[in-house]
């Protein structure tokens, strides 16, 4: 069964009139791996996303979306902590261990906050 990712690249080949082996050819990698990405069979490699909107540049604008459908089919987000200090590190930590828990308005609340700050981080 086609992932959501999956979903966007079997039509972005349809509009291109792109193969899957000629879409992996073009993304560096293997029509099996390229099909096996697509049904969830493997995870989305670190780096795919960053390759598919440089091969493909229209798909740029998309690129946050992109993430967000590869991060779903891995099943998981990742968070560097390479800067972070000790509490930035139990704050993000904290996060993973009760998202499960919070409530849609809660997410409602957090989704608000962090596009705030986007907009005034954007503004500057």
């Known amino acids: 069964m086609l992932t959501e990712l999956g979903k966007v690249l079997r039509k ?7 193969t899957l082996v000629q879409m992996a ?3 560096d990698m293997s029509a099996t791996m390229l099909s096996a990405i697509e049904t969830g ?3 989305v490699p670190a780096g795919f996303i960053n390759r598919l909107t440089m091969v493909y540049p229209k798909l740029t604008g998309q690129r946050a979306s992109l993430e967000s459908l590869a991060n779903l089919a891995n099943g998981e987000a990742k968070v560097s902590l390479d800067d972070a200090s000790t509490e930035d590190a139990e704050l993000v930590t904290e996060l993973a261990r009760r998202f499960a828990d919070l409530s849609n308005e809660e997410k409602m609340q957090l989704r608000q906050l962090l596009r705030q700050r986007a907009t005034s981080h954007d503004a500057k």
Do not use: A, F
């Open 41 to 43: 069979k493997k995870k």
């Open 12 to 18: 972005l080949r349809i509009d291109l009139g792109e």
């Open 25 to 27: 050819e073009q993304l």
